[in-house]
């Protein structure tokens, strides 16, 4: 069974648009807070940490999408539940369900990649999720 990690916060006014429904790049700004929580209560190392101790720079963003189910709005206390939902040799995906109350208002999906940068080249490469960093996402 996967590790879950929620993540909680109030929709703010700013977060609206004028119909007063939270905007949507919104979503994907808490995705990625989301995701930020789900590493620090996994443990994970700073990024800086990682470059020094690995060159590990980083889970760069590769792909992201959501489904918006139900709005929700300003005064609204949420939650996103997140969760690695699938593994391959060298991207994970993150999926986050953002819920309010009993009801799951939006479904986001992130993929994401374990990254270097070359030496030389200053170019950002990806390489084969560390077994070490894949224990870390899944203990509970």
């Not at 590769?62 to 609204?76: H, L, M, N, Q, W």
């Not at 690695?84 to 993150?94: D, H, L, M």
């Not at 084969?128 to 203990?139: D, T």
Request: aromatic residues 16%; glycine residues 6%.
């Amino acid at each position: 069974m996967p590790r879950f990690e929620i993540f909680r916060f109030q929709v703010h006014f700013g977060d609206c648009d004028p119909a007063g429904i939270a905007f949507y790049p919104n979503f994907f700004r808490w995705y990625d807070a989301a995701s930020r929580h789900f590493f620090d209560r996994c443990g994970l190392p700073t990024w800086r940490e990682t470059e020094k101790e690995s060159g590990i720079i980083g889970v760069p963003l590769v792909e992201a999408r959501s489904r918006f189910i139900k709005p929700v709005t300003y005064g609204d206390l949420v939650e996103i539940h997140t969760h690695v939902s699938t593994w391959e040799e060298k991207r994970f995906i993150q999926t986050h369900e953002l819920r309010h109350g009993n009801d799951v208002v939006a479904v986001g999906e992130e993929t994401r990649v374990f990254a270097r940068r070359d030496a030389q080249t200053g170019r950002i490469y990806s390489i084969p999720i560390p077994p070490e960093f894949r224990a870390i996402f899944e203990a509970a």
